[in-house]
């Protein structure tokens, strides 16, 4: 079934509001100082990928946000300042990443559907909203494939549901053979990693982006995020017959500018997946969730009042 298919209205959609970039550790953040006084507990859990680092925040039903590579929970600030008062936001630190064990292995993104379901049983939360940008897309993809009951309703950001062309194969094994050699990231690669991520708007008008994006690539362990790479990169395996059996809500949106999965790839997995809707968001690129939080928690925010109650 063909996806319904609309547009966005980028920054319109909600009030602006400014904000600073101040360290948080060795990272930056895009908060500004009293939104970020609004505490996050964090807690650890065992799961089938190691110890996951959560960061958690309000109350009611469950809404948990799965990063890009390279990023960590932190991503989700503004999502969870907005949404924390109605719901229990649950920001994950993904496997190898942020306050999670470092990797040791490569894992599949059903591993990772596992890993989330296993979170979900120790903090004894039933089903989910799930937010998901780019891996975290994929995987929530996934995971409502094979946890329909667990999936309230899913927000697929940036993503794909196609296996890797061979340039993108190869460039990305290239990549990590060089960093596990060297046994650290190279200016090169970081400097890759925000063409990657910011869109052309957002590169030349939003610094603090740009800044938060070198920022937290430049923290990462390379020899952990290596394995993350591989997997959810040159390892990946097409998925759309798997998400074509997906019963809950989706919203699958995209960014007009994103120069890692284009539209017309965005919009494929839309396709794929019965009675999903599609979103583009205007001069935005691939962490839609950082560069336009306010366009992103409308359209999130729309989509969730069309849920059955």
Not at 87 to 95: F, G, V
Not at 211 to 239: G, L, M
Request: hydrophobic share 45%; charged share 20%; with cysteine.
């Amino acid at each position: 079934m063909r996806s319904k298919a609309y547009r966005g209205t980028g920054d319109k959609a909600a009030p602006r509001h400014s904000r600073n970039v101040y360290a948080v550790g060795e990272r930056v953040s895009l908060m500004s100082k009293d939104q970020a006084a609004i505490p996050l507990r964090t807690q650890r859990i065992p799961t089938n990928l190691g110890h996951i680092n959560v960061h958690l925040a309000g109350s009611g039903p469950a809404m948990v946000c799965w990063p890009s590579l390279l990023m960590t929970g932190e991503m989700w600030q503004a999502q969870a300042q907005h949404f924390g008062a109605n719901h229990q936001m649950i920001l994950i630190d993904s496997p190898g990443h942020g306050g999670s064990d470092p990797l040791t292995r490569h894992f599949t993104l059903e591993e990772c559907a596992e890993c989330l379901a296993q979170i979900l049983d120790h903090l004894g939360i039933g089903d989910c909203i799930l937010v998901g940008n780019s891996w975290g897309g994929m995987m929530g993809g996934i995971f409502a494939a094979l946890y329909p009951q667990r999936t309230r309703a899913a927000v697929l950001m940036n993503c794909t549901a196609s296996a890797p062309g061979l340039r993108q194969k190869l460039e990305f094994l290239l990549m990590t053979f060089v960093m596990r050699r060297l046994r650290i990231i190279p200016k090169m690669f970081i400097d890759r990693a925000v063409t990657a991520f910011a869109g052309e708007t957002t590169e030349r008008t939003k610094p603090q982006v740009v800044d938060y994006i070198r920022a937290t690539v430049t923290a990462v362990n390379p020899q952990s995020v290596c394995w993350a790479i591989d997997s959810v990169v040159p390892r990946r395996v097409d998925h759309r017959a798997l998400m074509g059996g997906i019963t809950s809500p989706v919203l699958v949106m995209t960014g007009e500018e994103d120069r890692t999965f284009p539209v017309a790839e965005t919009r494929a997995m839309a396709d794929a997946i019965p009675g999903s809707s599609f979103k583009v968001l205007p001069k935005v690129g691939h962490l839609a969730a950082l560069e336009a939080p306010e366009a992103v928690n409308a359209a999130i925010a729309e989509f969730l009042k069309g849920l059955p109650q």
